[in-house]
């Protein structure tokens, strides 16, 4: 097995008197692409807001390449290596698509202080690989057609797209996709499986994914965790998942996409 990356240790976390995650164990090795599923308010956002520093658990170690990330702030945690997309779109929306990628891009630039105050060319070439990169980004994407346009401006299937470029752009190595084919329709959702399988090959990539799409879900996640009410119901492979009876009582009365 390849190396061990993140390193989820009986984490939970309470909001007043409702335990909204608690006792959570997962482990993902470099190179796994991997689901995270659950019904309605299972827990699968908040646990993606714990490994991304945007909550504090309240119990448990998250251990990221090697270091506690539990108390890290989400700059921090981005800096290290974890980058992720949002179940609501969050771009600037009046920002062009380019500098969308851009300013992901920026958040990791070393120029100095000086050489960007005095415009040193140090500056400008470091600009100039980073516009590069971007619209790199961009064609992977099918995206650099429409670089000059405001994001808000895109199609929603664009835009979801976009996220997942601009999330890239900070340079992951985990990468969380919370819904990429939420409001997706079905030749959209097939493309993007492809471009999810792409981005993890070309880009060496550790990918958890929340998705209500089973479709989705069974056709690319190597293993799946499933959440429910907070607690770990069940881990396994595709098919061990799609038959495990918790995991089909816990979705009974949820409509579930095939
Ligand atoms: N900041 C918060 N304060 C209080 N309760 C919260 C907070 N964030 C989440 N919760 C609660 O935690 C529980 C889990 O919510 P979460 O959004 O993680 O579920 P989910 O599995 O992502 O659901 P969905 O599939 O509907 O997005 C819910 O009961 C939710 O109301």
Redesign the pocket.
Known sequence: MSDLLLKVENVG?Q??G?K??SGLNMEMHAGELIGLI????????????MLTGV?KPTEGTIIFNGKKTNNMSPHQVTKSGVSRTF?NIRLFKDLSVLDNVKVANHSLAHHSVISSIFRLPSYFSGETKMEQESIEFLKIFGLDPYMNELAKNLPYGMQRRLEIARALAAKPKLLLL??PAAGMNPQETQDLMGLIALIREKFDLTILL?E?DMGLVMGICERIYV?DH?QLIAEGKPEEIRNNKKVIEAYLGEEVTE
Do not use: C, M, R
């Not at 659950?38 to 807001?49: E, L, R, V, Y």
């Open positions: 976390i909001f007043g409702l909204a995650v659950g019904p309605n308010g299972a827990g699968k956002t908040t646990s993606f807001n909550y179940q919370d819904e929340i209500h959440l907070g």
